[in-house]
C-alpha cells in the first residue's frame, strides 16, 4: 500500500495564510534572501537547498509576485512582441514560437497587435512601457518615429522585420524573398509556364514591395517577360485574394496566364476557392504558388505549392536578438543583422500548363462550368 508523502514541517494548515516568500522561507527553513535567489535561479545558491525550495514552492502551489520581482531585481523578465493581425494564420504560428523559445530561457511574453492602425500601435507601445518590458520583437509594418523615440530613450531593445533604423540597441531580421521566390519561378518554368501572373500585398507594405521586386527580377532570369496586365494588387487576406483574382479572370478574358504566385498564402487560398467557384481546376486549368507555408497550406485542395519562411527561424532569431542585447549589456556592439532562408515547398498546386490557356477561354454552360472539349486536353 503506497504512503502518502510527507510534507514538509511548516506546510501544514497553510491555506487560511497569506502565501508570500516568507512563508516558503519558515517552510523551507531557509532564508528570505535564500527563497528569492533560488525564485530568480541565481546560480550562486547551494543546489540542495535550492531543490528544497523547489519543492516547497511545488507543494504550496505558490505563485511569485512578478511585479515584486521585477521591483527588486529591476528587471521584468518579459518581451513584448508586436504582429500586424491575429486572424493571418501566419502571426499565431509566429506568437506560438516566440513564447517557446522565450519561456525555454525564463522569460514571458506580452503580446500585441495593431491590425495595421498607428492609434493601435501607440496603445501597444504603451502597453509596453507599462509593464516594463525588457526588449520588443516589432513583427508588423513600419513604427512612426516618435513611438520609436519613447521605447529608444528609454534604452529598450527592438528588432525588426526587414528594415529598422540604425540606432543603438536594434537589431533587424532580413528575410532573404528572393530566394525562395526564384526558387518558384524556376519552378513554375521548369513545368513549361510563361504567362505566370503575380498578386501582390499591399503597396505600403515593404515585405510586399520586397515580394513583387523578386518575382520580376526571377522573371527576368528566366528570360520570361512580364505581363504588367497580370501584376494585381491584393491586400494578404483570403477576401483580398477572391478579388484580386476576380479581377485577373474579368480583364484577361481574352489571354490568361496559366500560374499565378501570391505574396502570400492567405491570398493563394482565396485564388483556390476563386477558380473553384469558376469550375476550374488547380493546377490543370491554373498553377498557384503561396508564399510562407503556414499549416494549413498542407490541407488545401489540392496542397499548396508555396514558398517557405520558417516561423520558429523569426521567433528564434527575434529572440536570440533581444537576448544579447538584454543580457550582454557590456557588448557595445551586438549583432544586428539576422539573415532567414526562404524556400520552395513542393506541393500538388502547380504542374505543367497544357491546354490550360484554351480552357480559360471555353464559354460556359449552364452550371457555370466550362463546357470542356475533351479534345482541348490532348
Same mark, same amino acid.
Given at each position: 500500500?503506497?504512503?502518502?508523502?510527507?510534507?514538509?514541517?511548516?506546510?501544514?494548515?497553510?491555506?487560511?495564510?497569506?502565501?508570500?516568500?516568507?512563508?516558503?522561507?519558515?517552510?523551507?527553513?531557509?532564508?528570505?534572501?535564500?527563497?528569492?535567489?533560488?525564485?530568480?535561479?541565481?546560480?550562486?545558491?547551494?543546489?540542495?537547498?535550492?531543490?528544497?525550495?523547489?519543492?516547497?514552492?511545488?507543494?504550496?502551489?505558490?505563485?511569485?509576485?512578478?511585479?515584486?520581482?521585477?521591483?527588486?531585481?529591476?528587471?521584468?523578465?518579459?518581451?513584448?512582441?508586436?504582429?500586424?493581425?491575429?486572424?493571418?494564420?501566419?502571426?499565431?504560428?509566429?506568437?506560438?514560437?516566440?513564447?517557446?523559445?522565450?519561456?525555454?530561457?525564463?522569460?514571458?511574453?506580452?503580446?500585441?497587435?495593431?491590425?495595421?492602425?498607428?492609434?493601435?500601435?501607440?496603445?501597444?507601445?504603451?502597453?509596453?512601457?507599462?509593464?516594463?518590458?525588457?526588449?520588443?520583437?516589432?513583427?508588423?509594418?513600419?513604427?512612426?518615429?516618435?513611438?520609436?523615440?519613447?521605447?529608444?530613450?528609454?534604452?529598450?531593445?527592438?528588432?525588426?522585420?526587414?528594415?529598422?533604423?540604425?540606432?543603438?540597441?536594434?537589431?533587424?531580421?532580413?528575410?532573404?524573398?528572393?530566394?525562395?521566390?526564384?526558387?518558384?519561378?524556376?519552378?513554375?518554368?521548369?513545368?513549361?509556364?510563361?504567362?505566370?501572373?503575380? +498578386?501582390?500585398?499591399?503597396? =505600403?507594405?515593404?515585405?510586399?514591395?520586397?515580394?513583387?521586386? @523578386?518575382?520580376? #527580377?526571377? &522573371?527576368? %532570369?528566366?528570360?520570361?517577360?512580364?505581363?504588367?496586365?497580370?501584376?494585381?494588387?491584393?491586400?494578404?487576406?483570403?477576401?483580398?485574394?477572391?478579388?484580386?483574382?476576380?479581377?485577373?479572370?474579368?480583364?484577361?478574358?481574352?489571354?490568361?496566364?496559366?500560374?499565378?504566385?501570391?505574396?502570400?498564402?492567405?491570398?493563394?487560398?482565396?485564388?483556390?476557392?476563386?477558380?473553384?467557384?469558376?469550375?476550374?481546376?488547380?493546377?490543370?486549368?491554373?498553377?498557384?504558388?503561396?508564399?510562407?507555408?503556414?499549416?494549413?497550406?498542407?490541407?488545401?485542395?489540392?496542397?499548396?505549392?508555396?514558398?517557405?519562411?520558417?516561423?520558429?527561424?523569426?521567433?528564434?532569431?527575434?529572440?536570440?536578438?533581444?537576448?544579447?542585447?538584454?543580457?550582454?549589456?557590456?557588448?557595445?556592439?551586438?549583432?544586428?543583422?539576422?539573415? +532567414?532562408?526562404?524556400?520552395? =515547398?513542393?506541393?500538388?498546386?502547380?504542374?505543367?500548363?497544357? @491546354?490550360?490557356? #484554351?480552357? &480559360?477561354? %471555353?464559354?460556359?454552360?449552364?452550371?457555370?462550368?466550362?463546357?470542356?472539349?475533351?479534345?482541348?486536353?490532348?
Amino acid at each position: 500500500m503506497a504512503t502518502k508523502k510527507a510534507k514538509p514541517a511548516a506546510v501544514e494548515n497553510k491555506a487560511t495564510e497569506r502565501m508570500d516568500i516568507r512563508t516558503i522561507a519558515r517552510a523551507a527553513n531557509v532564508s528570505i534572501a535564500t527563497v528569492s535567489r533560488t525564485i530568480n535561479h541565481i546560480p550562486t545558491v547551494n543546489p540542495e537547498i535550492a531543490k528544497r525550495v523547489w519543492a516547497v514552492i511545488d507543494q504550496l502551489d505558490y505563485f511569485p509576485n512578478t511585479q515584486a520581482r521585477a521591483l527588486v531585481s529591476g528587471r521584468s523578465k518579459i518581451f513584448g512582441l508586436i504582429v500586424s493581425e491575429i486572424t493571418n494564420p501566419f502571426f499565431p504560428e509566429l506568437i506560438q514560437g516566440f513564447e517557446d523559445i522565450a519561456v525555454e530561457h525564463g522569460y514571458e511574453i506580452l503580446v500585441s497587435s495593431t491590425n495595421y492602425d498607428p492609434k493601435r500601435m501607440s496603445h501597444c507601445i504603451r502597453r509596453m512601457l507599462e509593464r516594463k518590458v525588457e526588449g520588443v520583437a516589432i513583427m508588423t509594418f513600419g513604427i512612426e518615429e516618435p513611438l520609436l523615440d519613447q521605447l529608444a530613450k528609454r534604452n529598450v531593445p527592438l528588432v525588426f522585420i526587414d528594415i529598422g533604423p540604425k540606432r543603438p540597441g536594434i537589431s533587424v531580421l532580413k528575410v532573404d524573398y528572393h530566394h525562395g521566390i526564384r526558387q518558384g519561378v524556376q519552378h513554375l518554368a521548369a513545368l513549361g509556364h510563361r504567362n505566370i501572373a503575380f +498578386i501582390s500585398g499591399p503597396a =505600403i507594405l515593404h515585405s510586399a514591395q520586397s515580394r513583387l521586386t @523578386a518575382f520580376s #527580377t526571377s &522573371l527576368k %532570369e528566366c528570360s520570361i517577360a512580364p505581363n504588367p496586365a497580370w501584376i494585381i494588387e491584393g491586400d494578404h487576406t483570403m477576401e483580398g485574394g477572391i478579388a484580386a483574382m476576380e479581377r485577373l479572370l474579368a480583364a484577361n478574358a481574352k489571354k490568361m496566364p496559366t500560374a499565378v504566385m501570391c505574396s502570400n498564402d492567405m491570398t493563394a487560398i482565396g485564388v483556390l476557392h476563386r477558380l473553384y467557384r469558376a469550375g476550374l481546376r488547380v493546377p490543370d486549368d491554373l498553377s498557384v504558388v503561396g508564399f510562407d507555408d503556414i499549416h494549413i497550406a498542407e490541407v488545401t485542395i489540392p496542397p499548396l505549392t508555396t514558398v517557405q519562411m520558417s516561423r520558429f527561424d523569426l521567433a528564434r532569431a527575434a529572440v536570440t536578438a533581444l537576448r544579447a542585447h538584454v543580457e550582454n549589456a557590456d557588448d557595445r556592439a551586438p549583432k544586428r543583422d539576422y539573415n +532567414i532562408q526562404t524556400d520552395l =515547398i513542393v506541393r500538388e498546386s502547380t504542374g505543367s500548363p497544357r @491546354a490550360a490557356a #484554351t480552357r &480559360l477561354r %471555353e464559354p460556359r454552360g449552364k452550371s457555370g462550368r466550362p463546357d470542356i472539349n475533351p479534345v482541348a486536353l490532348t
